[in-house]
């Protein structure tokens, strides 16, 4: 535990004094989307030339330019092309922790999620999408609390 908590700090440190920190306020230049877990899947690094895509909390972030953690055989390749917001959370590799799910996450587990999805992921990484679990909820219903523009790259006329 002490060992993710560090891991965490490091990570949000090293990403939010980067020069990237400047994205922040960059407007999208690609049209926002809404993908399916197949179209997500073509962006795991299999495919040669295709941007580099993973989820976290429903919002789709290109990280091609971190290819160097996330691309073919890099460190956390594992964790593109799908929604892995249980694997932030918990700062973990392992496979059934590869998915969107944060049913029992701990306190500590959903803060650690929200300060790198904070400092790391809308810091560092343009959004090119939503998955539809950000936008509906579980019966297919819209999700009351999707907010497309509190995001930092949201303009409306991208959206639609
Ligand atoms: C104790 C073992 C670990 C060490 C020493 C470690 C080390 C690092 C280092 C040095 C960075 C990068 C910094 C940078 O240059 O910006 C990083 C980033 C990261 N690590 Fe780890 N890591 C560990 C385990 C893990 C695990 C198990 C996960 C599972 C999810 C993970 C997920 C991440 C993520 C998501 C990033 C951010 C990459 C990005 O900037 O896009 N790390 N880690």
Redesign the pocket.
Known sequence: MA??R??VL??VL??TL?EDFKLKYKAANKPVRLFTEEELKRHDGTEEGQPLYMAVKGVVFD?TK?K???GKDA??NA?VGKD?TR??A????DPA?LTSDVTGLTEEQLESLES?FEG??KT??PIVGYTASRILTADGSPDKDFKPEDQPHFQIKDEF
């Open positions: 060992t993710a560090m891991c490091f990570v090293s990403t980067s990280v971190g160097e953690f996330y460190p956390y964790l892995s694997a932030v918990k700062m973990s590799l922790d790198v790391t992921y560092k990484y």
